[in-house]
C-alpha cells in the first residue's frame, strides 16, 4: 500500500517594485478616464522642457507633470500662485512609485466656460452663414492699394513690411488698432470701417503676432467677426502662430499662418508680375500684327478700287440707277395709296352731307309709311272678315242649340223643386218648429207639454201647444 504524497502548493508570483508601481500605473490609466481637476499652482519648476508642479487646495495637494510637448503653447499658465484648471491622466511616477497626475491641457481658471462661448457664438455665425466657404471672395491679382489693421508699434507690421519690400509695388494702408486687451475689439472694428470707406481699396490684411490664448481673445469676438464679413472688400486675416485659429480667421475670405504669409498672399511676387507683363506684351504684339495684317488687306482693297476710277463711277451710277428705281416705286406706290385714300374720304363725305342724308331719310320714311299703311288696312280687312264669320257661326251653333238647353232647364228645374222642402210641403206634408228657436222637431218626445209650436204648411204657418203627446204607431 503506497502511501500518497501531498500536494505541493503553486508558486506564487513575485513582483519586484518597479513591476509594482508599473501595475498599479497601468491599472489606474485602464480605469479611469482622463478628467479635469481645478487648483492652485506651486513648487513650479522646469528641466528639459517639462514642467513639475503641484496642483492643491486648503485640504490637499498633488504632483504633476506636463511634458514639452504640450508645455509649448502654455507655459504662461504655470507659475506659483495661479489657480488653473487641468485635463489630467492620474497614474504613478514608477520608479518612485510617487502618485501624480500627467497634464494633457491647461486652461486659465474661467478659459473653459470662455471656449464653450467662443463655440456657442461660432455655431451662430455658421447658422447665418458667415463661416460658409460658398461666401469667401478671390483675392484681386493684381491689388494696387492694400488696407492694413494692426498695431503701429507691433511686429506684425514689420514683417508685412518686409514682405512687401521683396515683391511687386503697391500702396499699403496702416489702419492702427490695438490688438490686445479690452479695447481691442472696438478698435478693430473701426479700423475695419474706416478702411471700407476708402475708395480704390482692393483688400485689408487683419494681422497680429503670436502670443498666448488671451492675447488673442479679440479675434474671438463676434463683432470683430461681422465687422470682416460686412467688409466690402476681401479680407486676409493672419494672427498668431500656424497652429492658431480664430474665429476671425473662419470668417475671413482667406486664412493666413501668420502676418509674413498674409502679406505673401496679398502681394504678387515680382516673379510673378515680370512674367505677366512679358505674358501681356505677348498678347499686344499678337494683337498688333493681326491688326496690321487687316489693315494691310484693307489698304490693299482700297487701292486696287483706286487704280480703277472707271470701274468705281460705273458700280456708283449703278447704283444710283437701283436707288432712284427703288425711290421712284416707292414713291408711286405712296402716291396710289394716298389717292385711294383720299377717295374714300370724298365717298365717305358724300355721304354724310347733311341734306343727301335728309333726302335718303324722307325717302325711306316715306317707304316706311306707305308700308304701314297697306300693312293696316290688310289687317282690318283681314279681321272684319274673321269678325263676320266668327258672328255667323255664334248665330248658327246658338239657333241649333237653343231647344235642347230649354229642354234641359225645365228638367233640371223640376228636379229642383222635386227636392225642395217647399215642394214636399205641396204635397200635404208640414214641418213642426219649436217655439223661439226655431228647431225642427224629428220626434214627439223632443216636445213637452205646454211648449209652443209654429207648423209649417205649403201655404201659411200655424201656431199650436202642445197638450198631449200621443204614441208612435211604428214602435208596436
Not at 272678315?385 to 234641359?408: C, D, F, T, Y
Request: proline residues 5%; charged residues 25%; positive net charge.
Amino acid at each position: 500500500m503506497s502511501v500518497p504524497q501531498p500536494k505541493t502548493a503553486p508558486a506564487a508570483r513575485v513582483f519586484s517594485p518597479y513591476q509594482l508601481n508599473e501595475l498599479v500605473d497601468r491599472a489606474l490609466a485602464d480605469n479611469l478616464a482622463p478628467l479635469w481637476i481645478e487648483g492652485e499652482l506651486g513648487d513650479v519648476s522646469e528641466r528639459t522642457g517639462h514642467v513639475y508642479f503641484s496642483l492643491r487646495d486648503p485640504d490637499a495637494s498633488v504632483r504633476g507633470v506636463m511634458f514639452a510637448s504640450d508645455v509649448r503653447r502654455v507655459r504662461h499658465l504655470f507659475a506659483d500662485g495661479l489657480r488653473v484648471r487641468l485635463k489630467v491622466v492620474v497614474g504613478i511616477y514608477v520608479p518612485r512609485g510617487a502618485f501624480q497626475i500627467r497634464a494633457l491641457i491647461a486652461l486659465a481658471t474661467g478659459e473653459g466656460d470662455r471656449a464653450a462661448e467662443i463655440a456657442r457664438m461660432r455655431a451662430k455665425l455658421e447658422a447665418e452663414g458667415l463661416l460658409h466657404p460658398s461666401r469667401k471672395r478671390a483675392l484681386p491679382r493684381w491689388p494696387q492699394r492694400i488696407g492694413v489693421v494692426t498695431s503701429r508699434s507691433g511686429a506684425a507690421l514689420h514683417d508685412v513690411l518686409e514682405v512687401a519690400r521683396s515683391r511687386m509695388p503697391v500702396r499699403l494702408i496702416l489702419a492702427h488698432a490695438t490688438v490686445q486687451g479690452i479695447d481691442a475689439p472696438t478698435a478693430i472694428v473701426s479700423a475695419l470701417g474706416g478702411l471700407s470707406q476708402l475708395p480704390h481699396l482692393d483688400l485689408i490684411l487683419l494681422v497680429r503676432g503670436g502670443g498666448a490664448q488671451e492675447d488673442l481673445s479679440a479675434f474671438d469676438d463676434e463683432r470683430v467677426a461681422r465687422a470682416i464679413a460686412r467688409s466690402p472688400v476681401p479680407v486676409v486675416c493672419g494672427v498668431g502662430h500656424e497652429v492658431d485659429v480664430t474665429t476671425a480667421d473662419l470668417v475671413a475670405d482667406l486664412r493666413a499662418a501668420t502676418p509674413s504669409h498674409a502679406a505673401e498672399l496679398a502681394i504678387p511676387a515680382r516673379e510673378a508680375g515680370a512674367k505677366a507683363v512679358l505674358q501681356a506684351r505677348t498678347r499686344v504684339d499678337r494683337a498688333l500684327r493681326t491688326k496690321a495684317h487687316q489693315w494691310r488687306q484693307r489698304s490693299e482693297r482700297m487701292s486696287a478700287l483706286l487704280r480703277s476710277p472707271e470701274r468705281l463711277l460705273l458700280r456708283q451710277r449703278s447704283r444710283e440707277q437701283v436707288l432712284r428705281a427703288a425711290l421712284d416705286r416707292a414713291l408711286q406706290k405712296r402716291l396710289n395709296g394716298a389717292q385711294r385714300a383720299l377717295s374714300e374720304l370724298r365717298a365717305r363725305l358724300q355721304e354724310s352731307e347733311p341734306r343727301a342724308r335728309l333726302v335718303r331719310t324722307r325717302a325711306q320714311l316715306s317707304e316706311i309709311e306707305g308700308r304701314l299703311h297697306r300693312a293696316m288696312k290688310a289687317n282690318l280687312e283681314q279681321g272684319e272678315l274673321g269678325l263676320r264669320h266668327i258672328e255667323v257661326q255664334l248665330r248658327r251653333g246658338a239657333l241649333a242649340s237653343a231647344p235642347q238647353k230649354r229642354a234641359r232647364f225645365i228638367e233640371q228645374l223640376a228636379r229642383l223643386h222635386a227636392l225642395s222642402p217647399i215642394g214636399i210641403l205641396s204635397r200635404g206634408y208640414a214641418i213642426a218648429l219649436h217655439e223661439p228657436s226655431g228647431r225642427a222637431l224629428l220626434r214627439a218626445e223632443d216636445a213637452k207639454i205646454g211648449d209652443r209650436l209654429a207648423i209649417r204648411l205649403s201655404e201659411g204657418t200655424l201656431l199650436a201647444d202642445v197638450v198631449a203627446r200621443a204614441a208612435d204607431p211604428s214602435r208596436k
